[in-house]
């Protein structure tokens, strides 16, 4: 028993097991503690952290503060021994893990310094550590049934993470982010053919693993939204304490969840302004269904009738109809009255069909409004044209938020073969004046969707890329190439995520404006992190071997995780076959944490395309030892995902090799089955952009020609605007 510690642990409350860890470490110590709180909120990390705590241990702080008056069960009162720990692990697989008394999470999030971590992550910090404390009342107070319920935990857990986040800290706007972070990504998941409903039968542990995602955290989070829309927050709150109350230390299911809202929605009447609703179909249809719709508007405008027809939303053009009809509240706004901010359903739509009655007049009316129901909108192309002359002559007068639904929705439903990519690209015009974050982010995805299936055909992509550079010179100029130390967070993420997409683009300014930030770095000058990204990667693409080992340097002397992985993606971006081939080995070593391994490796294919071909020499002379450093058999399965990506970078040429390589010498791998799939659709991609590329670009084309005409027209608006 030499040399052996012996430690006593308390009784734990009545728990669950998988809330049960032990950290074991040499080194670390509090780094932050608030005494004010009992038990202290306290932040624990390596010894060579302290003091850089203090921005976590005020989030942790604020947010039991606000979890303990809403939930109306004090985190003090759980039990008599519950620690509020906060652990800075170095390495985590998750961003965050609920173990009850002790979250543990990764550095990055934790270790938050204005100086040196861009806005994505210190925005998504706060979020996540709502999120995380959210889930000591939902996930340990009250556990899932079993894991087809995870939905319940995560689902709250992840609308916990914005709304009251926005509250205690309004700075960030956790509430207008919402849709990009969970709205949108759950409607392009669940429009898949492979999607499940939230509660959904799962047995083995992979089912459980692949549970923890999309649909149990976004489409959890936005359907939990959306039924508070509809009771009011008031009776939403109400039905927390009932659910929590009733199964306090005990695991709860849908249906002790249903109980709840019953119990809470009866108690306040709340749904008596919907005569034909029933909350029980709403609940049960929602739950256990998979998908969503597309509600179809068509308004005659000379008598004010508008017509909704829904359907079930695929995003393939050939998916089967199938007979499910989804309770979808309303809301909506015309141009004479617009009410973007009512999120309280007007109507419960129940059937397959509707009518409404708006003042007859010629005008845009739109559906879903700030994109609060989980549902996409398609109008007849009258309004649809009203919507985009409107977009585009009298900026700002239709909502952010619905102006950002605008483009998620075009994008999918010309996707989908609902609307044509002239008509779509048409509406597109206005984010030629567009400078919203919100509106940007969800274009930068639906342009880079496009763009990637163009890869393939340089001359295609070249013109495509310069389409889009030519609709961002105004949101990169109201961005600018520095940060304002009064700007809102939105901004500073604004600016991070245009100037990556528009450097990567090849936009000249940023890269001239992105190397100047390099060159001073490397004079020792301080650079704002909302920038770094793009400083990062275009100094490696426009440097030397000098450029790269300095960035090596300062990767390998850096204390922030959160700046390392930023490094990382720079060193990934250079050209130079050679180092890449360095960058690739270091990805082997202990210097690349675990949880950065798949990234890395995916790193090496972002930043040029010419990239892939030496990426694939190196997966070849080296598949062993990514085995070994990348782990294998870890529950993410990152070599999987590495093999797999690469398939999606390599042009016809590069797969026949690396197919050939795999059918002879990886058949009997673990990853063979994976990557030939992703060879597939690689292929498939390609296809679709071989025969997409002349009606996209026409599309774009088109779009361009009518633009001199409207930019003076816009003038004219602009002065009606002002008087509106
Ligand atoms: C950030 O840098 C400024 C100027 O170099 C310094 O005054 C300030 O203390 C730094 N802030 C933090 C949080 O380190
Ligand atoms: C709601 O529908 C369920 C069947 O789905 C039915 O049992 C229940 O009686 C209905 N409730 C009301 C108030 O009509
Ligand atoms: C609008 O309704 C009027 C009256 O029912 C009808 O005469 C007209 O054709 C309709 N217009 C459209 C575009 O459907
Ligand atoms: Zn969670």
């Avoid at 809403?70 to 759980?78: A, D, E, K, M, V």
């Avoid at 309303?330 to 109507?347: A, L, M």
């Avoid at 529950?635 to 390599?650: D, F, G, H, I, K």
Wanted: hydrophobic letters at 35%; aromatic letters at 12%.
């Amino acid at each position: 028993w030499r040399n052996r510690i012996e430690d006593t642990f308390q009784p734990t409350p009545r728990m669950s097991s998988y809330l049960v860890t032990f950290l074991v470490s040499e080194s670390f110590q509090v780094i932050a503690q608030d005494d004010s709180f009992s038990p202290p909120v306290r932040i624990i990390g390596r010894s060579n952290t302290v003091g850089l705590g203090d921005h976590a241990l005020r989030l942790a702080s604020r947010m039991t503060e606000y979890f303990d008056q809403y939930f109306g069960i004090p985190y003090s009162t759980l039990h008599p021994n519950l620690m509020n720990d906060h652990i800075s692990s170095p390495d985590w697989a998750s961003a965050g893990t609920e173990n009850w008394g002790m979250v543990s999470y990764r550095e990055m999030y934790m270790i938050i310094d204005s100086n040196e971590t861009t806005m994505a992550v210190e925005h998504y910090a706060a979020t996540l550590i709502s999120h995380e404390l959210a889930h000591k009342w939902f996930g340990n107070l009250v556990t899932c049934f079993w894991w087809s319920n995870t939905w319940i935990n995560e689902g709250f857990a992840s609308y916990f993470g914005y709304y009251p986040t926005a509250q205690m800290f309004p700075e960030y706007d956790h509430h207008e982010h919402f849709n990009n972070r969970y709205m949108t990504g759950s409607m392009s998941f669940d429009s898949g053919v492979s999607t499940v409903p939230m509660n959904h039968e799962v047995n083995t542990p992979a089912q459980v693993t692949g549970h923890f995602g999309t649909i149990s955290y976004s489409k959890g989070a936005a359907f939990l939204r959306q039924t508070a829309n509809i009771i009011t927050d008031a009776t939403f709150q109400k039905a927390c304490r009932y659910f929590l109350l009733n199964n306090a230390f005990e695991p709860a299911d849908q249906y002790d969840l249903y109980n709840a809202f019953e119990q809470a929605i009866n108690e306040d009447n709340s749904l008596s302004q919907y005569s034909n609703f029933n909350f029980t179909d709403y609940y049960r249809i929602w739950v256990n269904d998979p998908g969503y719709p597309v509600l179809n508007v068509a308004v005659n405008h000379s008598t004010g009738e508008m017509t909704l027809v829904q359907e079930r939303f695929f995003l393939s053009a050939s998916a089967r109809p199938t007979g499910h009809i989804y309770p979808i509240p309303i809301t909506y706004s015309t141009r004479s009255n617009r009410i973007f901010q009512n999120v309280r359903p007007i109507h419960m739509m129940t059937g397959s069909r509707d009518t409404l009655w708006k003042d007859p007049r010629e005008e845009w009316v739109i559906f879903n409004n700030m994109q609060h129901g989980h549902y996409r909108v398609n109008y007849d192309e009258k309004t649809w044209r009203l919507i985009s002359d409107s977009l585009l002559n009298e900026p700002g007068t239709i909502h952010h938020l619905n102006r950002a639904q605008i483009v998620d929705d075009v994008f999918a439903l010309m996707r989908s073969g609902r609307m044509t990519y002239e008509l779509g690209f048409h509406i597109f015009r206005f984010l030629r004046n567009e400078v919203n974050f919100h509106v940007w982010d969800v274009a930068i995805t639906g342009y880079t969707w496009l763009r990637n299936r163009l890869r393939h055909l340089p001359r295609n992509q070249a013109e495509f890329d310069s389409y889009i550079i030519s609709y961002m010179e105004n949101v990169i100029n109201s961005v600018g190439y520095n940060s304002d130390p009064s700007e809102s967070p939105t901004i500073s993420m604004n600016r991070e995520t245009v100037l990556h997409f528009a450097c990567n683009l090849g936009h000249r300014r940023c890269i001239q404006e992105s190397n100047a930030g390099w060159q001073r770095m490397k004079k020792g000058e301080w650079i704002t992190p909302y920038i770094r990204r793009s400083v990062y990667l275009t100094g490696m693409r426009e440097g030397d071997s000098s450029d790269f080992q300095f960035l090596l340097r300062r990767y390998r002397e850096s204390n922030f995780a959160n700046d390392k992985l930023e490094m990382l993606r720079g060193l990934g971006g250079t050209r130079d076959p050679q180092l890449l081939q360095q960058y690739l080995a270091l990805t082997l070593t202990s210097e690349v944490r675990s949880h950065d391994k798949a990234n890395s490796f995916n790193y090496a294919l972002l930043g040029n395309q010419e990239n892939a071909y030496t990426v694939l020499q190196f997966v070849k002379s080296n598949i062993n030892a990514i085995r070994v450093a990348y782990v294998e058999d870890a529950p993410p399965t990152p070599v999987n995902t590495a093999l797999s990506n690469l398939a999606s970078y390599l042009d016809e040429p590069g797969l026949a090799e690396y197919e050939e390589w795999l059918r002879t010498t990886q058949s009997n791998s673990l990853q063979y089955n994976t990557v030939i799939s992703a060879i597939n659709s690689a292929r498939n991609n390609m296809e679709w952009g071989t025969n997409m590329a002349e009606t996209i670009l026409a599309a774009a084309r088109g779009s361009a020609a009518g633009v001199a005409v409207s930019a003076m027209l816009l003038a004219i608006m602009a002065i009606f605007a002002m008087v509106m």
